[in-house]
T-cell receptor
Framework: SQQGEEDPQALSIQEGENATMNCSYKTSINNLQWYRQNSGRGLVHLILIRSNEREKHSGRLRVTLDTSKKSSSLLITASRAADTASYFCATDVRGSQGNLIFGKGTKLSVKP | NAGVTQTPKFQVLKTGQSMTLQCAQDMNHEYMSWYRQDPGMGLRLIHYSVGAGITDQGEVPNGYNVSRSTTEDFPLRLLSAAPSQTSVYFC????????????FGDGTRLSIL
């Protein structure tokens, strides 16, 4: 069951530009999390935003959550080549006992 | 702290063979989980555990067994490998179930011939 769907599937930008990735989901959530995966590595947690929060920042990352639209966005400002990775949203769905459901990811390529 | 350690990193099996994927964490986390990642599919939950002696099935449990005899270890067993189980397997842990970020290992890349 695919709860979260990221958009776009792939994104290619130049260093210094901003990158925006979107995630839509289907059912009510406790929280939504964003993860990064570098090629050949495991996922790394970036940000957790709770259902009663609307925006969260961490360094160059900004996450928004709109529960009325069942959507979230991840903004990476001033992208660097090192930001090249796949980005996944994961939802902690209400009633799912806290297990996460992952989307299919957005593949970001930042060109130097 | 090593975090979440998975072994082996790569494995090739023949159809019908069995094997155990190892996962260990040194963060004293209660919650541990196994996912598989297939191209274009994202991560799907296989099994999870909320503490020693407690395990439960995720979205795709068929063909896999787990046990949790200690807080640190959560091995995943393939009973009789099938080509459909060719995938990258990730183990993850968190302080407890729900409302928590998960910490992932670097994965085991498994090919079934």
């Amino acid at each position: 069951s695919q709860q979260g769907e990221e958009d776009p599937q792939a994104l290619s930008i130049q260093e210094g530009e901003n990158a925006t990735m979107n995630c839509s989901y289907k059912t009510s959530i406790n929280n939504l999390q964003w993860y990064r995966q570098n090629s050949g590595r495991g996922l790394v947690h970036l940000i957790l935003i709770r259902s009663n929060e609307r925006e969260k920042h961490s360094g160059r990352l900004r996450v928004t959550l709109d529960t009325s639209k069942k959507s979230s966005s991840l903004l990476i400002t001033a992208s660097r080549a090192a930001d090249t990775a796949s980005y996944f949203c994961a939802t902690d769905v209400r009633g799912s006992q806290g297990n996460l459901i992952f989307g299919k990811g957005t593949k970001l390529s930042v060109k130097p | 702290n090593a975090g979440v350690t998975q072994t082996p990193k790569f494995q090739v099996l023949k159809t019908g063979q069995s094997m155990t994927l190892q996962c260990a964490q040194d963060m004293n986390h209660e919650y541990m989980s196994w996912y598989r990642q297939d191209p274009g599919m994202g991560l799907r939950l296989i099994h999870y555990s909320v503490g020693a002696g407690i395990t439960d099935q995720g979205e795709v449990p068929n063909g896999y067994n787990v046990s949790r005899s200690t807080t640190e270890d959560f091995p995943l067993r393939l009973l009789s490998a099938a080509p459909s189980q060719t995938s990258v397997y990730f183990c993850a842990s968190s302080v407890r179930q729900g409302h928590q970020p998960q910490h992932f290992g670097d994965g085991t890349r498994l090919s079934i011939l």
